[in-house]
Nanobody, 125 residues
Framework: QVQLVESGGGLVQPGTSLTLSCAAS????????IGWFRQAPGKQREFVGA????????VNADFEKGRFTISEDRSKNTVFLHMKNVQSEDTAVYYC??????????????????WGPGTQVTVSS
């Protein structure tokens, strides 16, 4: 098992940058893929990006190119979501989750077994 905790959310102004963190309770490299998802009010949860079990990564191409990137610090078992030029439509609860399945399932939330409690991001002036 793995426990996940997100942090870094809050109230931010449009146009600013924000980095969210996802800290895992154990080493995930080689065992778990770690994904980022978000759920806006009244909408379904959507895939943001993920690191595969062996370091591959992907970000949802539906988002404005380059505005969202992900990185990791393996020494701290932590994955980051970097958000630039945030807009009101980025207001959502952001979750990280762990997936033991294959890379082809990386965007499908139903394959993720472990979820953090989420961190709220509110973009407002």
């Amino acid at each position: 098992q793995v426990q996940l905790v997100e942090s870094g959310g809050g109230l931010v102004q449009p146009g600013t940058s924000l980095t969210l963190s996802c800290a895992a309770s154990r080493r995930t490299f080689g065992t778990y893929a770690i994904g980022w998802f978000r759920q806006a009010p009244g909408k379904q949860r959507e895939f943001v990006g993920a690191f595969g079990r062996t370091g591959q990564k992907t970000v949802n191409a539906d988002f404005e190119k380059g505005r969202f990137t992900i990185s990791e610090d393996r020494s701290k078992n932590t994955v980051f979501l970097h958000m630039k030029n945030v807009q009101s439509e980025d207001t959502a609860v952001y979750y990280c989750a762990a997936n033991r399945a294959v890379w082809s399932t990386i965007r499908d939330e139903t394959y993720y077994n472990y979820w953090g409690p989420g961190t709220q991001v509110t973009v407002s002036s």
